[in-house]
């Protein structure tokens, strides 16, 4: 829904635009003086702001500037009592949206609003198309395609995002990618490890604290939310953050003003939030375990991160880049990867996700050490054993299948193409054996001229005798 | 669970306290420390234990050691990072963010956050294996 300040000091025109404006599905807000509304804006995200010119605690058009320089600063529609055109001149030199009098008439304000919020629209879907910079984040799977799509989405926006995911699926790294493809990249991208934090260090970790605010604190301290200014915070394992404390975060959220522990005044930080789980937080939030009104206001947009095992075609991407990273970074010697060690990465369920896969490749240089190419013994021993049993199982199923399901290939490991073929020469090997090597039985059966029949056994090298 | 740590061998008596806390509170958890970046670099090239999770505690008790620090920070991507720095002021604090830090304190404050914090991921790490 978009969102449409007012800053006008005359509370009836004020009234009236609120009526007008909330009819056409927007949320409407309204402040009478220039230092309430620049509050506003710089707490909130507008769209759209109506600025009179002539207020009592300052120039309307002096404001522009400060304004514009806000990340997704919201377009202006400057308004004044009387038609002056020398501000007008200067308005658009401001490169305001548009400059039109109170006195206009109803279709004025809502054509002008309406195109103001087209045109930002279009500013933002022009760049949701750019190319995002992926950082460490490998694959090209359609799961991370689909991801790759919402991390574009999200740094084209400043809303707030939640990330979920199993353990070592990436979360961070798709945080840090919607930060620096976001306006605010230049700026700091702030961690808070809800999980690591101690009940009683959160509140002052997060909102900082005044000297003498409790034993110990013999200084002031400036916290996270602060340090985040003008960036993102990045709160990990949100899930486990304190209810109490995520009811005084709500606060700062919405209005990007806090207290420090101890503290006297209010302090402001124009942060970025971004939040990551594991866990299910609809379900805490159904178990009183976590708040309701929280969880809505984090998870404006959610992206869910695919474990390794739904993306296995990812696993070679991500071997090559990891091996390529530690030859560069760690001087390492650099290994080949044998068909077999790639098989038994493929057949592994990774319950650890990447981060488990990319310990395993650290693991197996280590015992392949200087030998040029590793091979599955080089692989921890619970794989080897998951891939052994997984085989045997298979085996056995194999045998209590139809002869049909046998010579089956591995989906999981061929393309299209590659999968046809198999089947094509499991196919030309069954109808021989069938028919016991008779050509025209097997070209009656088959469908096929004997030419082709022949093309095919010398092809994939059958004898039909 | 490993808690690896790095003070430097000039880092005087910061050090000192640091390696005193560490063996009276987190008797019976592996530690390693290193006092040298190049023994930490060669660490985090080799000894890869599969099952153990490790967290790095890297004291920077000057403003040069963070930018010495700061000079691999590539080889340290990934890891689980706990940061002493030198002060509190926004610059070394700005510095400090691009280590991604689960937390960070300050050389002037008592190591007992930092003791907490450790203890709560060392007893989340058991609760985990059990």
């Given at each position: 829904?978009p969102k449409v300040l007012i800053i006008d000091d005359?509370?009836?025109?004020c009234?009236?635009l609120v009526?007008?404006f909330?009819?056409?599905?927007h949320e409407v807000k309204y402040s009478l003086t220039l230092g309430q509304g620049l509050d506003k804006i710089f707490s909130e995200d507008f769209d759209v702001v109506f600025l009179d010119?002539?207020l009592?605690d300052g120039?309307g058009?002096?404001a522009?500037?400060s304004i514009?320089e806000k990340?997704f600063a919201p377009e202006i ?81 400043d ?92 606060r700062?959220l919405q209005e990007k003003r ?8 209010e302090?402001s930080s124009n ?195 | ?130």
């Amino acid at each position: 829904m978009p969102k449409v300040l007012i800053i006008d000091d005359d509370l009836e025109i004020c009234e009236i635009l609120v009526k007008r404006f909330k009819r056409l599905d927007h949320e409407v807000k309204y402040s009478l003086t220039l230092g309430q509304g620049l509050d506003k804006i710089f707490s909130e995200d507008f769209d759209v702001v109506f600025l009179d010119v002539n207020l009592p605690d300052g120039n309307g058009m002096d404001a522009i500037e400060s304004i514009r320089e806000k990340i997704f600063a919201p377009e202006i529609i400057i308004m004044t009592g009387k038609g002056d055109l020398e501000g007008a001149e200067l308005a658009m030199k401001a490169r305001v949206w548009d400059y039109i009098q109170k006195s206009g008439t109803h279709k004025e304000f809502k054509f002008s609003l309406i195109r103001a919020l087209e045109y930002r629209q279009q500013k933002q879907s022009k760049t949701s198309t750019k190319k995002i910079k992926r950082g460490a984040i490998i694959g090209k799977s359609r799961q991370i395609e689909v991801c790759l799509r919402s991390v574009s989405k999200a740094s084209n926006n400043d809303i707030p995002i939640l990330i979920s995911g199993e353990t070592g699926t990436g979360k961070e790294l798709f945080a840090k990618a919607i930060h620096e493809n976001s306006l605010r990249y230049q700026n700091d991208f702030i961690v808070v490890d809800c999980a690591s934090l101690p009940e009683h260090l959160v509140e002052s970790v997060l909102f900082g604290h005044s000297k003498g605010a409790f034993t110990g604190a013999d200084s002031d301290k400036i916290g996270l939310i602060k340090l985040a200014d003008k960036g993102t915070l990045f709160l990990d394992e949100v899930g486990e953050l304190p209810m109490a404390v995520q009811k005084k975060f709500l606060r700062a959220l919405q209005e990007k003003r806090f207290r420090p522990v101890g503290g006297k005044k209010e302090i402001s930080s124009n942060f970025r939030l971004i939040s990551a789980t594991h866990r299910d937080l609809p379900e805490m939030v159904k178990q009183d375990r976590f708040r309701d009104d929280f969880y809505f206001r984090i998870a404006s947009l959610s992206i869910e991160i695919p474990p390794l095992r739904d993306r296995k075609s990812d696993i070679s991407l991500l071997v090559t880049y990891h091996m390529d990273r530690k030859e560069k970074f760690f001087d390492e010697f650099p290994h080949q990867i044998s068909d077999e060690f790639l098989k038994n990465l493929f057949g592994y369920d990774w319950p650890g996700n990447v981060r488990e896969l990319l310990n395993t490749i650290d693991y197996a240089c280590s015992e392949g050490f200087q030998e040029p190419m590793l091979f599955a013994k080089h692989l921890p021993d619970h794989i080897r054993v998951f891939n052994i049993k997984a085989r045997i199982k298979k085996h056995k199923s194999f045998e209590s299948k139809p002869d049909s399901y046998k010579n089956r290939a591995p989906v999981e490991q061929l393309g299209l193409k590659d999968y046809i073929e198999k089947m094509k020469h499991n196919y030309v090997t069954d109808i021989i054996s069938h028919t016991h090597g008779d050509i025209k039985t097997a070209c009656r059966l088959s469908d096929l001229s004997r030419g082709h029949l022949y093309a095919l056994l010398k092809k994939y090298d059958i004898s039909s005798s | 669970m490993k808690l690896v740590f790095f003070i430097h061998k000039d880092s005087s008596k910061k050090g000192e306290i640091l390696q005193k806390i560490i063996n009276t509170n987190f008797y019976g958890t592996k530690c390693q420390i290193f006092r040298a970046f190049d023994t930490l670099k060669k660490s985090l090239k080799r000894e890869i234990q599969l099952t153990e999770n490790e967290i790095f505690i890297l004291l920077a008790e000057s403003v040069s050691r963070l930018n010495e620090l700061n000079s691999f920070i590539d080889l340290l991507e990934g890891k689980r990072i706990i940061l002493i720095l030198p002060d509190s002021s926004k610059a070394s604090l700005s510095k400090a963010s691009k280590f991604f830090p689960r937390f960070f304190t300050s050389i002037s404050d008592t190591y007992d956050d930092l003791c907490d914090v450790l203890n709560k991921i060392i007893n989340q790490e058991r609760i985990k294996l059990n």
